[in-house]
C-alpha cells in the first residue's frame, strides 16, 4: 500500500471536506481514513487489510474527483476505512479488499488512464470487490437513447473490470465547463457538444449519485468489505 505522510493526508482530508462543501454537504467529520489508523498507534494490520476501501479516479477537469471524493465520504460515514487517491498515485491495491474506481468518458470510452489501471491491476481486481463508475454528458440528456448509449458505456467499463456486472456500474452525468480547457480542446468540444446539443453546465445529480454510495444500485457497496 502506498503509505502517505501526515502532510499528504491531511491534503486528502482536506479535498474530501472542500468536496463535500461543493456537493452542498455539512461538513459531519471524517472517520479515521487508513493512513491515520496507521500512523496513529497500535492497529491489526490483517483487521485494517481485510476491511479497507480505496476510492481512485482519473479526472482531467475535476469533476469525476468530485464524485469520488463524494462517495469517499458516503463510505465513510458509513464507518468504512476509505483511502483515496488519483490512479497515478496508486502503485499497488494489496492493502484494500475493495476497490472503487471511477474516471469520465472521453470519445466513447473510459479515459485512457482509467483503462491503463484496470489493466495494469487486473490479477489484483479479480481477488477483490469491485465496483466501478463514470461521468458523461450523454446523461446531460434523460431520453431513451442517452440511456441506451450510457448503457453501452457502463458495458464497456464492466468489461474491463473482474466480477463487475454493467447493471452495476454507476454512471453519472458530469459537467461541461470549456473555460477549464485548453483552447484546442475547448474548440473541439464545444464542437462535439454542440452536435450533442449539450450546454455548459453542471449536470452533477447529486442525489443519484449518494444513492450509488450508498448501495442502491452496486452490490459491492451494498455489502461492504
Ligand atoms: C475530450 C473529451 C471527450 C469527451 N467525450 C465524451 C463522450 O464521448 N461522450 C460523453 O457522453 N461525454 C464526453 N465527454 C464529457 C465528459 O465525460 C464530461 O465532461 C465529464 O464530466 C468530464 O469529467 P472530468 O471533469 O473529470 O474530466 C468528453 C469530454 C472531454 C473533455
Known amino acids: 500500500m502506498q503509505r502517505l505522510s501526515r502532510r499528504q493526508f491531511i491534503g486528502r482530508s ?8 461543493l456537493a ?6 471524517l472517520a479515521p481514513g487508513i493512513a491515520e489508523v496507521l500512523e496513529t498507534g497500535p492497529v491489526d494490520r490483517q483487521a485494517v487489510a481485510e476491511n479497507s476501501w480505496l476510492v481512485t479516479w482519473a479526472s482531467a477537469f475535476g469533476s469525476t474527483e468530485e ?23 496508486i502503485d499497488s491495491i494489496d492493502a484494500y479488499s475493495c476497490v472503487v474506481l471511477g474516471a469520465p468518458i472521453q470519445y466513447d470510452r473510459w479515459m485512457k488512464e482509467a483503462r491503463v489501471f484496470a489493466h495494469r491491476h487486473r490479477e489484483a481486481l ?5 465496483a466501478g463508475f463514470f461521468s458523461c454528458l450523454t ?10 448509449k450510457a448503457e453501452s ?7 474491463q473490470l473482474p466480477g463487475v456486472k454493467a447493471e452495476e456500474v454507476g454512471a453519472f452525468a458530469g459537467v461541461l465547463d470549456t473555460s477549464r480547457m485548453g483552447l484546442p480542446t475547448r474548440l473541439l468540444i464545444r464542437g462535439i457538444m454542440n452536435l450533442m446539443g449539450v450546454a455548459e453546465g453542471d449536470y452533477r445529480d447529486w442525489e443519484r449519485i449518494q444513492a450509488w454510495s450508498s448501495g442502491h444500485g452496486s452490490g459491492v457497496l451494498a455489502q461492504g468489505a
Not at 70 to 81: C, D, Q, W, Y
Open 14 to 21: 482536506l479535498q474530501v471536506s472542500a468536496a463535500a462543501w
Open 24 to 29: 452542498g454537504l455539512s461538513f459531519p467529520g
Open 67 to 89: 464524485i469520488a471524493l463524494r462517495i469517499a465520504l458516503t463510505l465513510r460515514n458509513a464507518g468504512r476505512i476509505v483511502h483515496t487517491a488519483p490512479m497515478t498515485e
Open 126 to 130: 479479480q481477488e477483490r470487490h469491485v
Open 139 to 148: 446523461l446531460s440528456h434523460k431520453g431513451p437513447a442517452a440511456q441506451r
Open 153 to 159: 458505456y457502463a458495458g464497456h467499463i464492466a468489461d
